[in-house]
C-alpha cells in the first residue's frame, strides 16, 4: 500500500507516493508561471495548477503501481492564502491571486479600523495583513463580487476531483475569516467584511474539515485522468508550512522546523494556543485535537535568491553554490515583497548595505543567504521573549542540502541547525493521508541527519553579535527615508516589464 502526498506550492507542483514504511515509490514534479504585472498583481493560473497536479499525481502513481504498490489515498500540503472566484460548477473565473499580491492592502486596513484594534488577530489567530484570501475577496472587481464561491488551491483541486468542496482547517485559517479556537467560518469576520464587500457571505466559501479527514472518493471521470481507482480517498491535508512540520518530524516541545521555499518560514509547535501574540506578527492555528502551531517567516526567502541569480544572469545553484568562506562586510535586508513576519510591512524595500568596488559575488552571495540566518535570530528571541520557546531547529528543502548556505544562515542566526528529508511537505501530506485511511503515520519519518548539523563558529561569534545588531538598525533608518519609491499600483514604472516567471521548486537553496 502507498499513499501520496500532494504539494501544491507558488513555485511548481509535486506529487510523491510513499509506501508505509517510508519508502519513496515515486515521484513527479511540474513547474508552474507566476505571473506579475509590475502594479501589484502576483498571480497565478487556476487551470495550469490543476494540469500540473493531474500530471504528476499520474506519474506518482504509475511509478509507485509498477512497483506493486498501489495508490490507496491521496493527502494536500497546499501554498498559503492564494484564492480564486469560481461559478457553479466550480470552475475558475479569474486568475488564483497569491500570498504576496498586494491588492489586499487597504481592504486589510479599512477592516481592522472596522473591527478594533487587535479583533481580527483575536479571532481569527493571523496577523492583519493583506496577504490573506479574505483581503483579495474584499477587492474584488465585478468577476470576483458575482462568483458563486471562492476557493483555496486545495479545496479547488479536491473538489474537481471529488465534486466536494472541503477545506482543511490549516488552510481556512490562512484565508483570515476561520474563527481558529471554534473551528468554523467567524459570523464577525464575515459581517464586518461584508460592509463594504456583500458578496462575501459562508455559502460562498468550502467547508472546513479537520486535516486527516477523508473529504470523499475520486469520481470516475478524474480516476481516468490521474490513473487511479474510482473511489480513492482525498484526505484534507494542511497548510505547507504545518505540513513541513509534520514530514520533518516536528513535535512540541521536542522539535521545531524551518522551510526553505520560495519563502523561508520557522514553525514552532505547543499544546495549546500561544496567547499575547497580537502585536508580534506571528500567527496560529491549530494542527489537531493536542498541537497548535505558530509560524513566522521572510517574505522572499527562495524568491530572493532567484532574484539575484536572475540578475547575474546564472542559475540559483551556480550563484549560491560558491560562497565566500568568511562573513562578508555586507548586510542585505531581504525585503523584495515587504519585510518579515514581526514587522509585516508590506511596504518596505531591501537594501544592500557595505558594498565596495571589491565586493565580489561569493560576498553577495553569503550576505543574502545570511540575511535569512539574521531574520530567523529576530524571529527567535521575539518568540521566546512571548513563552514560545524554539526547540531543536530541523531544516527542510532543497536549501538544506548546501551544507555552506546552511552553515551560514546557522552563523548568522546564532543556533544549531540540521537537515531532514527536503520533501517534508509532502511528506506530512502523505502522513495526514495514510492517518485518514486508518494507517499509522509514523512510519512515513524520516530520521535527521546530527552529522550534517550546521552549528555557530565560536570564533566569529562576536562578528555576528554586531551584525544581527546593524541588521536591526538598517530597518529602522531606511524603513522611511524614501517613500516615494513606494509606486502606487496604478502607476507603474515607465521601463517596469511584465513578468511572467516559471519557476522551478526543486532549484531553490
Known amino acids: 500500500m502507498s499513499v501520496i502526498g500532494l504539494d501544491l506550492g507558488t513555485s511548481g507542483v509535486r506529487a510523491v507516493a510513499f509506501a508505509a514504511d517510508g519508502r519513496m515509490v515515486g515521484g513527479a514534479s511540474a513547474p508552474l508561471t507566476l505571473r506579475r504585472d509590475g502594479r501589484g498583481r502576483v498571480e497565478l493560473d487556476a487551470e495550469e495548477i490543476i494540469a500540473a497536479a493531474e500530471k504528476v499525481v499520474r506519474a506518482a502513481a504509475a511509478d509507485a503501481a509498477q512497483l506493486g504498490d498501489a495508490v490507496q489515498a491521496i493527502g494536500f500540503s497546499v501554498l498559503g492564502e492564494a484564492v480564486v472566484p469560481v461559478d457553479e460548477s466550480g470552475l475558475p473565473l479569474a486568475p488564483v491571486a497569491v500570498s504576496m499580491d498586494t491588492r489586499g492592502i487597504e481592504p486589510a486596513v479599512a477592516l481592522g479600523a472596522r473591527l478594533g484594534d487587535g479583533r481580527f488577530t483575536a479571532v481569527t489567530g493571523q496577523p492583519l495583513h493583506g496577504m490573506f484570501s479574505i483581503f483579495k475577496i474584499m477587492a474584488g472587481d465585478e468577476v470576483w463580487a458575482e462568483a458563486a464561491g471562492y476557493r483555496c488551491v486545495g479545496d479547488l483541486v479536491a473538489e474537481r476531483w471529488s465534486g466536494v468542496a472541503a477545506i482543511d482547517l490549516g488552510q481556512a485559517a490562512r484565508t483570515g475569516i476561520l474563527d481558529v479556537d471554534r473551528g468554523e467560518w467567524s459570523v464577525e469576520i464575515l459581517d464586518a467584511a461584508g460592509v463594504s464587500a456583500p458578496w462575501l457571505r459562508a455559502e460562498r466559501l468550502p467547508m472546513p474539515v479537520p486535516s486527516g479527514s477523508v473529504i470523499g472518493g475520486i469520481h470516475e471521470r478524474a480516476a481516468a485522468v490521474l490513473g487511479l481507482a474510482p473511489g480513492t480517498p482525498l484526505v484534507a491535508g494542511t497548510h505547507d508550512q504545518a505540513a513541513a512540520f509534520l514530514g520533518a518530524g516536528g513535535e512540541a516541545g521536542v522539535r521545531s522546523v524551518i522551510a526553505l521555499g520560495s519563502s523561508d518560514c520557522l514553525t514552532v509547535a505547543t499544546r495549546r494556543r500561544p496567547r499575547g501574540l497580537g502585536a508580534t506578527g506571528f500567527a496560529s492555528y491549530r494542527l489537531d485535537d493536542e498541537t497548535w502551531i505558530t509560524l513566522a517567516g521572510t517574505a522572499a526567502g527562495g524568491w530572493a535568491l532567484e532574484w539575484l541569480a536572475g540578475l547575474l544572469g546564472r542559475d540559483v545553484g551556480d550563484v549560491f553554490g560558491t560562497?565566500?568562506?568568511?562573513?562578508?562586510?555586507?548586510?542585505?535586508?531581504?525585503?523584495?515583497?515587504?519585510?518579515?513576519?514581526?514587522?509585516?510591512?508590506?511596504?518596505?524595500?531591501?537594501?544592500?548595505?557595505?558594498?565596495?568596488?571589491?565586493?565580489?559575488?561569493?560576498?553577495?552571495?553569503?550576505?543574502?543567504?545570511?540575511?535569512?540566518g539574521f531574520e530567523f535570530h529576530k524571529i527567535i528571541t521575539a518568540l521566546d521573549a512571548h513563552g514560545v520557546p524554539v526547540d531543536d531547529l530541523q531544516v527542510t528543502g532543497a536549501g538544506a542540502e548546501n551544507a555552506a548556505a546552511l552553515a551560514a544562515r546557522a552563523a548568522a542566526a546564532g543556533v544549531r541547525m540540521t537537515p531532514v528529508a527536503r520533501d517534508a511537505s509532502a511528506r506530512g501530506a502523505a502522513m495526514l493521508a495514510l492517518g485518514g485511511i486508518g494507517g499509522d503515520p509514523r512510519g512515513l519519518l524520516v530520521a535527521p541527519a546530527p552529522a550534517a548539523s550546521a552549528d555557530p563558529d565560536a570564533a566569529s561569534a562576536e562578528w555576528y553579535d554586531a551584525q544581527r545588531a546593524a541588521y536591526v538598525a538598517l530597518y529602522d533608518v531606511t524603513r522611511g527615508i524614501a517613500p516615494h519609491l513606494n509606486t502606487p499600483r496604478n502607476q507603474p514604472h515607465q521601463n517596469q516589464p511584465h513578468q511572467n516567471q516559471p519557476h522551478q521548486k526543486e532549484n531553490t537553496i
Open 323 to 372: 560562497l565566500a568562506v568568511g562573513p562578508p562586510a555586507l548586510i542585505v535586508l531581504p525585503y523584495l515583497a515587504g519585510s518579515g513576519t514581526l514587522d509585516n510591512d508590506p511596504s518596505a524595500r531591501g537594501t544592500i548595505h557595505g558594498l565596495t568596488l571589491d565586493t565580489t559575488v561569493p560576498e553577495l552571495a553569503r550576505a543574502v543567504v545570511e540575511a535569512a
